[in-house]
């Protein structure tokens, strides 16, 4: 609707077309800072979540060396 107005499409709002155009440059600033941000979060989310696959397969490692010598231990083939 706000680019109706500043195109002056909407004749009824002529004289505030300018206060128009200065809000829609506003709200396009804050739409892409929005998308921006939003990007910026999804990959720092995703570089936590690789972070804790790796320490994940680190554990499991660990884990099965000890019950791999656990069980030699206990004399399982």
């Not at 499409?9 to 804050?30: E, I, M, P, Q, S």
């Given at each position: ?68 010598r ?8």
């Amino acid at each position: 609707m706000l680019e109706e107005i500043v195109k002056g499409r909407v004749a009824l709002c002529d004289g505030t077309r300018g206060h128009f155009r200065d809000v829609l440059d506003h709200l396009l600033r804050v739409d892409s800072q929005a998308d921006e941000h939003d990007e910026l979060l999804t990959s720092a989310l995703s570089a936590h979540l690789a972070l804790v696959g790796r320490d994940q397969n680190k554990v499991m490692v660990v884990a099965v060396i000890v019950v791999h010598r656990l069980l030699r231990k206990s004399g399982w083939p």
